[in-house]
């Protein structure tokens, strides 16, 4: 007789809770700010130190101030996720001397099975130089929500979906023009309307590039999430 194949393991065939899954997603934009900073030029590449994750060398900031700045965005960010209060994360590439954006990355959130609401974008307030930039403004409705989630994956399966897409970010820079100038970074986080918004968070434009390129990325998804990337950018003149 033939045997038949062997099931998925089903240890690890676990549907993440909303909580879990929301921090898996709130983990995974910490490591992109990261990431885009780095292969993006933002700040100097011998500022930054290798860390082990999703199976990769993943490079993050060891820069003291930019730390602290993320980490401030980073503790306000997964409350709202866990509130399922966040419909968009951007982080915006800007010109230091113009103040103009120069390249946009955005992540869409789809919550599965939450009501669609009208949100507005945050950002922490400004900060002077070296310290990256933060703002916040009114913001579209949040993307419609699916009308049912994905299959159920294991964590092998996602922490691969997640690798690919800081894979495609890391082979991205052959297609993206070069940085001109210096350049800081500002991260607008829409959430909705009625989110609890600490004082040191304002309202901000969306900073959108005009007639900018736009090019789709790789996504990834959970039982309770799904996460689209984008980035969009100003061709050199």
């Known amino acids: 007789m033939a045997s038949a194949p062997p099931d998925k393991d089903k240890s690890k065939v676990h549907k993440l809770s909303l909580k879990g899954s929301a921090k898996l997603?709130?983990?995974?934009?910490q490591y992109s700010i990261h990431t885009i900073l780095f292969q993006r030029g933002v700040y100097p590449a011998e500022d930054f130190s290798a860390v082990k994750k999703y199976g990769l060398n993943m490079l993050v900031s060891s820069d003291d101030q930019v730390r602290a700045y993320i980490k401030k965005i980073m503790g306000?960010?997964?409350r709202w996720m866990v509130g399922g209060k966040i419909s968009k994360l951007?982080?915006?590439i800007t010109n230091k001397d113009t103040g103009e954006p120069v390249e946009r990355w955005q992540f869409d959130v789809q919550i599965f099975a939450k009501p669609s609401k009208s949100s507005r974008s945050k950002q922490p307030t400004p900060k002077p130089s070296p310290n990256p930039q933060a703002d916040s403004e009114n913001a579209e409705p949040s993307p419609a929500t699916p009308a049912s989630p994905p299959a159920e994956k294991t964590e092998s399966e996602i922490q691969a979906e997640i690798a690919a897409i800081f894979r495609q970010i890391t082979a991205?820079?052959?297609f993206l023009p070069q940085?001109?100038?210096?350049?800081?970074?500002n991260v607008l986080v829409y959430a909705d309307a009625d989110s609890e918004v600490p004082v040191e968070w304002g309202d901000s434009d969306a900073k959108e590039i005009a007639d900018g390129e736009r090019v789709q990325l790789r996504g990834f998804s959970t039982a309770s999430h799904r996460v689209d990337t984008l980035v969009s950018y100003r061709l050199q003149d």
């Open 25 to 29: 997603v709130a983990e995974f934009f």
């Open 76 to 78: 306000q960010l997964d």
């Open 90 to 92: 951007v982080i915006v």
């Open 172 to 174: 991205s820079v052959t």
């Open 179 to 185: 940085l001109a100038g210096d350049c800081t970074f």
